[in-house]
């Protein structure tokens, strides 16, 4: 059972545009959010994050919007760069646990 | 090195074969996980360790699946008899907090090709 869901398999955006990439979940007990950032032969890194108790998080280009009504996350990227060409991971864990629920991910490809 | 290494990179195995394969975390993080991601999936929890501890394994797939950190530090992950649907991106991660509810930090991962 799928209980962080990245829709968009893929998202192609042009250099200097916003990528918006978009996550759901069904899970009601989690509270903390993260995105990973992905390239060919490593591992994830950690992007950015988010508590439930906030709305908004903004790390330089990088910004996650949480709608806990909707369950739904987002992950803007202003402006877009070619080096943001990479597999964005959505992940989730409820409070108190340490295990990470991952999206599928999807692939952004930024365009010259 | 600074960060969370994984070896080998790559694993061929014959089906039937046993395999290990070892992560390091980075120095004095305390909790230690291990992932499978599967092509075009996410990474899938397997198991987690705290030190030495290993406080959850509900995500290893079937008894053939092993872990262990002896020490605290070194964790190796063994798969007996190994099967085609093993085939994966086996992922080692780490971090600092005793929960572990915080930001993990990921190798590079061992990809296992079972043939």
């Known amino acids: 059972d799928q209980q962080v869901k990245q829709n968009s398999p893929s998202l192609s955006v042009q250099e200097g545009r916003i990528s918006i990439l978009n996550c759901d979940y069904t899970n009601s007990m989690f509270d903390y959010f993260l995105w990973y950032k992905k390239y060919p032969a490593e591992g994830p890194t950690f992007l950015i994050s988010?508590?439930?108790?906030?709305d908004k998080n903004e790390d330089g280009r990088f910004t996650v919007f949480l709608n806990k009504s909707a369950k739904h996350l987002s992950l803007h990227i202003v402006p877009s760069q070619p080096g943001d060409s990479a597999v964005y991971f959505c992940?989730?864990?409820?409070?108190?646990?340490?295990?990470?629920?991952f999206g599928a991910g999807t692939t952004v490809t930024v365009r010259a | 090195g600074a960060g969370v290494s994984q070896s080998p990179r790559y694993k061929v195995a014959k089906r039937g074969q046993d395999v290990a394969l070892r992560c390091d975390p980075i120095s004095g993080h305390v909790s230690l996980f291990w992932y499978q991601q599967a092509l075009g999936q996410g990474p899938e929890f397997l198991t987690y360790f705290q030190n030495e501890a290993q406080l959850d394994k509900s995500g290893l797939p079937s008894d053939r699946f092993f872990a262990e950190r002896p020490e605290g530090s070194v964790s190796t992950l063994k798969i007996q008899r190994t099967q085609q649907e093993d085939s994966a991106v086996y992922l080692c991660?780490?971090?600092?907090?005793?929960?572990?509810?915080?930001?993990?930090?990921f190798g590079p991962g061992t990809r296992l090709t079972v043939t």
């Open positions: 988010i508590s439930s108790i906030k």
């Open positions: 992940a989730a864990n409820p409070s108190n646990d340490y295990k990470l629920s």
């Open positions: 991660a780490s971090t600092n907090s005793g929960t572990g509810i915080y930001e993990q930090y």
